[in-house]
T-cell receptor
């Protein structure tokens, strides 16, 4: 079945440590790929997106993600985490020709220890 | 960036009453708006796609008579939960699609509690 998987429900890192959040998708064709962050009281904010081209994508707040076609993955990374990065992170896809509908992964809750 | 305003942010209602949630795109025209539902500690599930001036398209399993969606203008879509019951309690989120960018911009969500 077509799906978006975020294997890690919870992740805890120390402030200043590096971070990688995993995302895998199972679709026949390469979809459009997104990472969103959700903080309490705020709407989902787009961190970055991949449509085509360079497979390493830079986003806001120091985040980057790498698309790996062979692994059907789009993992989110940050070299040094700040306490304010604590939030819920969602990977999402839009199938090309899919009517712009976003399908979300189950989310990863990030906790940052000071 | 584009801003989507959602109102109210929190609403409590009695069972059997109806509740209306508004979603406005403040600085862009959203030809398409989407409505999602999010249960605690879970992901967002698409409920329906709303196109300006036409009937909404509902996802499988979503009752269109319970969740009435109106998209009367390019900047406003409303979701009305009719005859609400406690099982309708949830977090409802809207988004506006800014076509040229292929990006959805999200409102902050509405927490509905049905007593």
């Amino acid at each position: 079945a077509q799906s978006v998987t975020q294997p890690d429900i919870h992740i805890t890192v120390s402030e200043g440590a590096s971070l990688e959040l995993r995302c895998n998708y199972s679709y026949g064709a390469t979809p459009y790929l997104f990472w969103y962050v959700q903080s309490p009281g705020q709407g989902l904010q787009l961190l970055l997106k991949y449509f085509s081209g360079d497979t390493l994508v830079q986003g806001i707040k120091g985040f980057e993600a790498e698309f790996k076609r062979s692994q059907s993955s789009f993992n989110l990374r940050k070299p040094s985490v700040h306490w304010s990065d604590a939030a819920e992170y969602f990977c999402a896809v839009v199938l090309t020709g899919g009517g712009n509908k976003l399908t979300f992964g189950t989310g990863t809750q990030l906790k940052v220890e000071l | 960036g584009a801003v989507v305003s959602q109102h109210p942010s929190w609403v409590i209602c009695k069972s059997g009453t109806s509740v209306k949630i508004e979603c406005r795109s403040l600085d862009f025209q959203a030809t398409t708006m989407f409505w999602y539902r999010q249960f605690p500690k879970q992901s967002l599930m698409l409920m329906a796609t709303s196109n300006e001036g036409s009937k909404a398209t509902y996802e499988q399993g979503v009752e269109k008579d319970k969740f009435l969606i109106n998209h009367a203008s390019l900047t406003l879509s409303t979701l009305t939960v009719t005859s609400a019951h406690p099982e309708d309690s949830s977090f409802y989120i809207c988004s506006g699609f800014r076509g040229r960018s292929d990006i959805q911009y999200f409102g902050a969500g509405t927490r509905l509690s049905v007593l």
